[in-house]
């Protein structure tokens, strides 16, 4: 199955840019995702991207794909305390129904 | 308004007594699935479904059933829960594969 995998911690100021990133190994993976998951919630949905694409950009939010490295990041410009979460990856290949795997969560702090 | 609900939201019980976790959902949707949080393990996979009586096993499904006889519900059954299943629940459900999903509010179970 797929493994995917992050960095478990990111602590920036406000206003500066992050970067959150995510290597998966199963290349057949169709759809790749961003979660956003706050205190004693559910996850949210951010943005996805097709793996036949590079990057995409969503106001603050820029998601950039390097298949050959299977590797995907993602931006948040002008990071606000109000983005203070847990961040996930995930990916899913085409036709799997709903299957799809999880990374292990990047916690995102914003300092004032 | 659209939701996905879960019942209860949490729970304590004792090593061996069946216990049912409801998920409902009002977006008639077709895609629903199950999902454990760990910490440091992200989300992992339980099972996942693609209709009505259309189950698949995820990537940790041993000691849980589910059931998908209505649309609308998924109920994720530990027949004789034990400890290792003390964890973060949660339920979601998509119109499709490769499209947003959306989330509950998770159901904490501790096992004794």
């Known amino acids: 199955g797929e493994d995917v995998e992050q960095s478990l911690f990111l602590s920036v100021r406000e206003g500066d840019s992050s970067v959150i990133n995510c290597t998966y190994t199963?290349?057949?993976?169709?759809?790749l995702y961003w979660y956003k998951q706050e205190p004693g919630a559910g996850l949210q949905l951010l943005t996805y991207?097709?793996?036949n694409m590079d990057m995409k950009q969503d106001q603050r939010l820029t998601v950039l794909l390097n298949k050959k490295d299977k590797h995907l990041s993602l931006r948040i410009a002008d990071t606000q305390t109000g983005d203070s979460a847990i961040y996930f990856c995930a990916g899913g290949p085409w036709g799997g129904g709903n299957k799809l795997t999880f990374g292990t969560g990047t916690q995102l702090k914003v300092e004032l | 308004e659209a939701q996905v609900t879960q019942n209860p939201r949490y729970l304590i019980t004792v090593t061996g007594k069946k216990l049912t976790v409801t998920c409902s959902q009002n977006?008639?949707?077709?895609?629903m699935s199950w999902y454990r949080q760990d910490p440091g393990l992200g989300l992992r996979q339980i099972y996942y479904?693609?209709?009505?009586?259309?189950?698949d096993k995820g990537d940790v499904p041993e000691g849980y059933k589910v059931s998908r006889k209505e649309k609308r519900n998924f109920p994720l059954i530990l027949e004789s829960p034990s400890p290792n299943q003390t964890s973060l629940y949660f339920c979601?459900?998509?119109?499709?594969?490769?499209?947003?999903?959306?989330f509950g509010p998770g159901t904490r179970l501790t096992v004794t």
């Open positions: 199963d290349s057949s993976s169709t759809y």
């Open positions: 977006m008639n949707h077709e895609y």
């Open positions: 991207i097709f793996s």
């Open positions: 979601a459900s998509s119109l499709g594969t490769g499209v947003e999903q959306y």
């Open positions: 479904s693609m209709n009505v009586e259309v189950t």
